[in-house]
């Protein structure tokens, strides 16, 4: 199983990127996938989720408004859209695929069955 994120990269507070996730190794459309954040001495901490039909999503209080999830089933593909672009959003971004629980969302980093392995968001102010 591959999760292979990217689009990182270094902006300026008030700007925008789109991160992309292509997985492999797993039946994509049936897991719910999510985004997960870790900055330098902090522990990673969730960012939002996508049902694997793509018909909900959930986004934590610190970015809701500002980001967006999204996901091509025929591409195998997750995306993550940020606007306004804040320095307290630097870290490094984390996809990961989760397939065996029944509710939704899920949000604890322990509830996630498979990662990729994180690409750099730098927001300069």
């Known amino acids: 199983v591959q999760l292979q994120a990217s689009g990182g990269g270094l902006v300026q507070a008030g700007g925008s990127l789109r991160l992309s996730c292509v997985v492999s190794?797993?039946?994509?459309?049936?897991?719910?996938m999510g985004w997960f954040r870790q900055a330098p001495g902090k522990e990673r901490e969730f960012v939002t989720t996508i049902r694997w039909s793509g018909g909900a999503t959930y986004y934590a209080d610190s970015v809701k408004g500002r980001f967006t999830i999204s996901r091509d089933n025929a591409k195998n593909t997750v995306y993550l859209q940020m606007n306004s672009l804040k320095p307290e959003d630097t870290a490094v971004y984390y996809c990961?695929?989760?397939?065996?629980?029944?509710?939704?969302?899920?949000?604890?980093?322990?509830?996630?069955?498979?990662w990729g392995q994180g690409t750099q968001v730098t927001v300069s102010s």
């Open positions: 190794g797993i039946t994509f459309s049936r897991y719910d």
């Open positions: 990961a695929a989760e397939g065996t629980r029944t509710y939704f969302p899920v949000t604890g980093v322990s509830g996630y069955d498979y």
